[in-house]
């Protein structure tokens, strides 16, 4: 269970100074995938990276099962999937995929065949050995997410997996992660723009105002799991999206 309390973190200082985030608190208890939108700027790949460990926070507490363990513990509590996809283009697709664990200790060979398992699975069956660029843009995404869940957290972080896809992309990925997440379980903090997408996927969603980013309301999504592709298709869906759609146009 993660729980992050009062959280505020600023950059910089003087005249330079940004306050990314204010007073920030969620929770994400075990097997919930919650979701976080927010206009660009408002701190939420911040809130992300202070979570991850990558960064310290300025004040409040981030508690994980009631402990709070410091940001370096952190770093090995979560798959962190980062807002790019970070596949280094002169590494194979395999290569790439295996990588997180090879930096974890897991020999190449090893980490390789673990990966090459699930291959099929994420529908990279075929393109272990393309470089990167011969990939559609959602095919690089699920390498990224493939590597983030290589690492076998049981809790992701995921920084707007889909935002940089075309809307037919997206709409397919979304389906496709709501699947697959049926069959990985596990919990779950999702940053996205998209309110289909937060209430398609999560359990609840927190709304951020601008920078500097506070939580401004947060909606319950009492949809039925295991989760379908056609999810968020329903009035009750929609109702949900609609309100959600408000609240964030309201604020941006
Ligand atoms: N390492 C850093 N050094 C200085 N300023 C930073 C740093 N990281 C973030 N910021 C600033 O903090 C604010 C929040 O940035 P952040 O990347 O968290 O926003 P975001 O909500 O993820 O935006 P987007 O939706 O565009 O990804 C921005 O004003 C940004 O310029
Ligand atoms: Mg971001």
């Given at each position: 269970m993660l729980e992050v309390e009062s959280v505020s973190k600023a950059y910089g200082h003087g005249a330079e100074r940004v306050v990314a985030l204010a007073d920030v608190s969620l929770t994400v208890t075990e097997g919930e995938f919650v979701a976080l939108v927010g206009p660009s700027g408002c701190g939420k790949t911040t809130l992300l990276n202070l979570v991850a460990g990558l960064d310290?926070?300025?004040?409040?507490?981030?508690?994980?099962?009631?402990?709070?363990?410091?940001?370096?513990?952190?770093?090995?509590?979560?798959?962190?999937?980062?807002?790019?996809?970070?596949?280094?283009?002169?590494?194979?697709?395999?290569?790439?995929?295996?990588?997180?664990?090879?930096?974890?200790?897991?020999?190449?060979?090893?980490?390789?065949?673990?990966?090459?398992?699930?291959?099929?699975?994420?529908?990279?069956?075929?393109?272990?050995?393309?470089?990167?660029?011969?990939?559609?843009?959602?095919?690089?995404?699920?390498?990224?997410?493939?590597?983030?869940?290589?690492?076998?957290?049981?809790?992701?972080?995921?920084?707007?997996?889909?935002?940089?896809?075309?809307?037919?992309?997206?709409?397919?990925l979304q389906s496709w992660l709501a699947e697959t997440w049926n069959r990985i379980g596990g919990s779950a903090l999702l940053v996205t723009h998209d309110p289909h997408e937060a209430v398609a996927l999560s359990d609840r969603v927190y709304v951020m105002s601008p920078r500097p980013g506070r939580i401004t309301n947060v909606l319950e999504v009492d949809l039925p799991r295991p989760r379908t592709a056609r999810a968020a298709e329903t009035a009750a869906a929609h109702r949900l999206i609609d309100a959600l759609r408000r609240q964030t146009e309201a604020i941006e």
């Amino acid at each position: 269970m993660l729980e992050v309390e009062s959280v505020s973190k600023a950059y910089g200082h003087g005249a330079e100074r940004v306050v990314a985030l204010a007073d920030v608190s969620l929770t994400v208890t075990e097997g919930e995938f919650v979701a976080l939108v927010g206009p660009s700027g408002c701190g939420k790949t911040t809130l992300l990276n202070l979570v991850a460990g990558l960064d310290g926070v300025d004040a409040g507490r981030i508690l994980v099962d009631g402990a709070t363990p410091s940001a370096s513990e952190r770093l090995t509590r979560f798959g962190y999937m980062p807002q790019q996809d970070m596949l280094f283009p002169w590494r194979t697709v395999l290569e790439n995929v295996s990588l997180g664990l090879e930096v974890l200790g897991v020999g190449k060979r090893e980490a390789r065949r673990r990966a090459a398992e699930l291959f099929p699975q994420f529908g990279l069956g075929g393109f272990e050995h393309r470089r990167p660029h011969e990939l559609s843009g959602g095919m690089k995404q699920r390498a990224s997410f493939l590597r983030t869940y290589l690492l076998g957290r049981p809790f992701l972080l995921l920084d707007e997996p889909f935002g940089a896809l075309d809307a037919i992309t997206r709409a397919q990925l979304q389906s496709w992660l709501a699947e697959t997440w049926n069959r990985i379980g596990g919990s779950a903090l999702l940053v996205t723009h998209d309110p289909h997408e937060a209430v398609a996927l999560s359990d609840r969603v927190y709304v951020m105002s601008p920078r500097p980013g506070r939580i401004t309301n947060v909606l319950e999504v009492d949809l039925p799991r295991p989760r379908t592709a056609r999810a968020a298709e329903t009035a009750a869906a929609h109702r949900l999206i609609d309100a959600l759609r408000r609240q964030t146009e309201a604020i941006e």
